[in-house]
């Protein structure tokens, strides 16, 4: 979000809730304690999404890290499926399925 559109919104909301006060109230002191409120409340809410924000992406960058270390193959022993042999699998249970489903039409 660009910082033009941020600021008017952040000020739409601090307006909106010192106009309400207002009207509810008719005393500038609540309002001005209550839009300091607001304001402090709408801070903390920024700084907690991006605390979440910041914990989350280092969750998901442990785990590629993890996805990286157990997806080699060289410790094991084992070596991955060659490209034939997987395409190869692939078509014969396609096959398989076509056929399949084409007994299942069959009276």
Known sequence: ???????????LVLCSAALTVYFASHSIGTVVVTTLACSLLLQLAYFASVLFLIWRSGCVSRAGQRAEHFGTCKEVGSQPPDHYEVTNDSAVLLQRDQMLAISLLLP
């Not at 660009?2 to 919104?9: T, Y």
């Open 1 to 11: 979000m660009p910082f033009r559109i941020f600021c008017r919104v952040l000020g």
